[in-house]
């Protein structure tokens, strides 16, 4: 099954391309640079607009599409799907992730509750369909370590001491927001063969 992934963000398409086990293929790879505006007020929303703008493009095929962020109850929920641009549009990972530190520091704030949510929507012939995942765990005012990206460096998943910047990658594929999103994804793609 060729799934065309409605992505561009890197880390992504690494982990849904090493946890789907199929051909996925990134929609730059076929449609070059498209602007998707996402103004959705969801993670779910976000995510259909992606994979229809590009399944309008490429009709007859499956797109997937994955809108997600990091929340911190302790700052009223930011930056949650404004994450990808929290420290203004274009904005690198390094930035998004020290913005979020100085938020922290500027509370006095060194570990608060947070979790990371991943919308899945699959655009295909036979509609749309979502999925979706969470991993809980504690944000920290410091960046530990260089694995995943975005956030990851200063995330301690529930139920461990590290950071998921020094935690090994499997263990990402096994707790994370998108696995589990992604799991729930595949109940779905296996009923479209
Ligand atoms: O540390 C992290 N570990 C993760 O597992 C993770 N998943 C999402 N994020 C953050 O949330 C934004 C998504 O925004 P987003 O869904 O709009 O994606 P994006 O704009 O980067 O790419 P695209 O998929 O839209 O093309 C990203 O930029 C990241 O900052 C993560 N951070
Ligand atoms: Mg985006």
């Known amino acids: 099954m060729k799934i065309i992934l409605a992505s561009s963000n890197r880390g992504k398409i690494k982990e849904i ?3 789907l ?9 076929i449609l070059g640079d498209i602007t998707i505006i996402e103004n959705g007020k969801s993670f779910q929303e976000n995510a259909m607009i ?5 399944f309008e493009r ?6 997937l599409a994955d809108d997600s962020g990091i929340s911190v109850p302790a700052l009223g929920g930011e930056p949650g799907i404004y994450s990808a641009r929290y420290a203004g549009e274009g904005a690198t990972d390094k930035e998004n992730l020290q913005k979020l530190i100085s938020k922290l520091q500027e509370k006095n704030i060194k570990k608060t509750p947070a979790f990371y949510t991943a919308a899945i929507a699959i655009a295909s012939p036979k509609g749309i369909f979502t999925t979706h995942g969470w991993m809980w765990g504690e944000v920290i005012d410091e960046a530990r370590g260089d694995r995943g990206f975005g956030y990851d460096p200063m995330f301690i998943p529930e139920g461990y001491e590290k950071t998921l910047g020094e935690l090994d990658e499997e263990v990402k594929k096994r707790i994370s927001h998108r696995a589990k999103a992604l799991r729930l994804a595949k109940i779905v793609l296996e009923r479209m063969v």
């Open 50 to 54: 992606k994979a229809k703008a590009i």
């Open 17 to 19: 391309q090493e946890l």
């Open 21 to 29: 086990q199929a051909e996925v293929v990134p929609y730059k790879d």
């Open 58 to 63: 490429v009709p007859q095929s499956i797109v």
